[in-house]
């Protein structure tokens, strides 16, 4: 399915009914990829969709410069294209900030928020110097032949026990990334957003898993602090990637989370 605004073609999937929610991928990978399993479990629930950020699978490659508040207001965007007032935001890494950067923007479309592997960007979470240090690594990481920028970044995505079809899959999505989309991405991800954490003022879960490298727990128990009411649980066993190397259990944690918001007042 695509939705065209701002000028991008925007590519998603859809599955279900009930409750929008909405599943944002990582800075590497794509919408199926990343989310599929999820995809397929919630949908027996839920509206489900998952999107292809521009820049990423079957998208629009956009301007380098778009930014994150450019990635939210196209994140809306296409929610009201799609005639959605409200939805439950899911985003990995990336998606998480780019969930963030939502609420900052388009309080009014956010239902709850679940937070996985993510950061308040890369300088909020963890320091002006290693986000520069990660900003240039991406970068230069971008110019690599596909095999090889596999070989720089997957190691980072799993812990060493990783294995299965849907971890080859999203393998295969992660040398199918396009240099000018990673870009963007990576470029988005710097800022800091920790402002954006004490006005946070929806049910919001912060999983993270213990083999997570380029997230670690200390990041989800530092954003477990600043943000008022939020819940962190910590899964045992998989790395940043958690929705694809276990799939079972963060789709449990989300289906838990998302029961509870639904009681909520919205």
Known sequence: MRVKVGGLSIAYERAGAGPPVLLLHGFVGDARATWGAQLDALSDEFTVIAWDAPGAGASDDPPEELGMDGYADCLAAVLAALRIEQAHLVGLSFGAALALAVARRHRRVVR????VSGYAGWVGSLGPAEADLRLARSLRASTLPPDVFVTAMAPSLFSPSAEGERVVAFVDSVRATRPRGFRAMAHASHPDQSHVLPDIDVPTLLLYADHDVRAPVAV???????????????????GHASPVEAPEAVTHELRRFLHAAEQRPG
């Open 112 to 115: 709850s928020l679940a937070l």
């Open 220 to 238: 989800g128990e530092a954003l477990h602090h600043a943000l008022p009411g939020s819940e962190l649980v910590v899964l045992t066993g998989p």
